[in-house]
Structures are given as C-alpha cells and as structure tokens.
C-alpha cells in the first residue's frame, strides 16, 4: 500500500519565491496548494485541512501571525504543523511565531532541499 501523500497549504505574497518551492515541494511527493494570502490558506485549511501549513509572516490583509492563530481555532482538533517562513529572523518575530501558535520559525531563504527534508521527514516520523 502507497503511503499517503502529505498535503501543505503554503501562503506566501512573493511569487518567484512561493513558485520556486511550491515546484520543489511537489517534485518531492508533497501535495501542495499555493495561495498569496492569509485569507485565502484560512479558507484551504478549513477545506483541506492539510497536514502542514507554510505561512509567510508579512502579507498583506491577513497577516501570517493572524491566520496561524485563525488555523489553530478552527483546526484544533486536526494534528497540523504550522511553519512560519519569513525573511525577518529576529528574536520578537520568533516570539510573535510561537506566541501565534506556530510549531517551526524558518527564516528566507532557505534551502529547498533542506525544507524538503524538514517537512517530509518531520511528518513521516508523525504517521508512525
């Protein structure tokens, strides 16, 4: 029997940077579902209610500290990781991440091969 693909919801406003590992994340096996707002990954996640949740902290509307927290209420009977992916990697956006209910603070850019590995082998050792 196949193993079930991971689905990620990934919200990011910087287009070359959300195709570039939305490309990635599928070539790895990942189910990905791309949008540019926090808005819009609140309405994917109630949908979808994906496995993982990429979110860049700095958009605009919905930020991503907001929609972590929106997730987190409406999924909190659903086991999902939230990843925080932001090009600003000081200590108070860190605190603001986990104070908002983010699991993981990545900072850009990132090696897509090293996000690749991060995200499958976390979830891998979760469907065990």
């Not at 991971?6 to 590992?21: H, K, Q, S, Y």
């Not at 996640?45 to 972590?68: H, R, T």
């Not at 927290?69 to 990843?83: E, K, S, T």
Request: proline share 5%; aromatic share 6%.
């Amino acid at each position: 029997m196949e193993p079930k693909k991971l689905t990620v919801v990934f919200a990011d406003d910087d287009i070359p940077i959300r195709d570039t590992l939305v490309e990635c994340l599928r070539d790895a096996g990942l189910e990905v579902h791309a949008c540019n707002d926090g808005s819009e990954a609140v309405r994917l996640c109630s949908a979808i209610k994906p496995d993982i949740v990429l979110l860049d902290l700095n958009m605009e509307g919905i930020d991503g500290y907001e929609a972590a927290r929106v997730i987190r209420r409406n999924l909190a009977m659903h086991p999902v990781r939230l990843v925080a992916l932001t090009g600003f990697g000081n200590w108070d956006a860190r605190r603001k991440a986990f104070d908002a209910g983010f699991d993981e603070f990545l900072t850009k850019p990132i090696p897509t091969q090293a996000l690749v590995a991060s995200l499958s082998g976390d979830a891998a050792n979760r469907s065990r």
